[in-house]
């Protein structure tokens, strides 16, 4: 968590509203992720970046989710308008090496109520 | 599609006891398996499994992997209210890497 910082850590907006969430890992990791992870499941990938490209964003309901991230270390998720079954914790990650195997560290994450 | 099965999906034991989580999957091209501990903020690193039948450790938890039938399984020993937590398991694979729903543990005092 220490080198993965998301803000808000809450936000509670009514359905049709817009909400931006920001992530600030420490620098130095090419790969970073979003994940959406609704009450009772496990981490669902929403997009992956790759310094300042996107390498995977199937998942990612483009018709009202969008990212970005710019000179390859922060990035913004913005979802526009928000629907109910937004509601969840938006968890942003990179990729660390170790053992030689790929390993993720979260931020904290932002936690998203639609009302 | 990489599936990623845990079970059971939610626990409650005393404290003191010993717990088993499980993870089964199917997946093309494994590379690796990992568990987390999700507390009320970021899922935190545990084990990472690539080889069968080497136990990982820490401490009370300790973790195998048996590829032969697609399976790890989570131990915690001498169980602490601490302990209470979403353990996470995930793999890497031909998807990327795909995630469990996850097992809920509870530790009563």
């Known amino acids: 968590e220490a080198g993965v910082a998301q803000s808000p850590r809450y936000k509670i907006i009514e359905k049709r509203q817009s909400v931006a969430f920001w992530c600030n890992p420490i620098?130095?990791?090419?790969?970073l992720y979003w994940y959406q992870q609704i009450l009772g499941q496990g981490p669902k990938l929403l997009i992956q970046?790759?310094?300042?490209?996107?390498?995977?964003d199937s998942q990612l309901p483009k018709d009202r989710f969008s990212a970005e991230r710019l000179k390859g270390v922060d990035s913004t998720l913005k979802i526009q308008p928000a629907k109910l079954e937004d509601s969840a914790v938006y968890l942003c990650?990179?990729?660390?090496?170790?053992?030689?195997?790929?390993?993720?560290?979260f931020g904290a994450g932002s936690r998203l109520t639609v009302l | 599609e990489d599936k990623v099965v845990q079970s059971p999906l939610s626990l409650v034991v005393h404290e003191g006891d010993t717990v088993t989580l499980n993870c089964s999957y199917e997946?093309?091209?494994?590379?690796?398996l990992l568990w987390y501990k999700q507390e009320k903020k970021a899922p935190t690193f545990l084990f990472m499994l690539?080889?069968?039948?080497i136990e990982k450790k820490s401490g009370r938890l300790s973790s195998i992997l048996d590829k032969k039938e697609l399976f790890s399984i989570l131990n915690i020993t001498a169980t602490q209210t601490g302990d209470s937590a979403i353990y996470l398991c995930?793999?890497?694979?031909?998807?990327?890497?795909?995630f469990g729903k996850g097992t809920h543990l509870i530790i009563q005092p």
């Open positions: 990650a990179v990729e660390d090496n170790f053992s030689g195997a790929n390993v993720l560290t």
């Open positions: 620098s130095g990791h090419a790969t």
């Open positions: 970046f790759q310094n300042n490209g996107v390498v995977d």
């Open positions: 997946v093309t091209n494994f590379r690796s």
């Open positions: 690539t080889s069968s039948g």
């Open positions: 995930a793999v890497w694979a031909a998807d990327g890497l795909t």
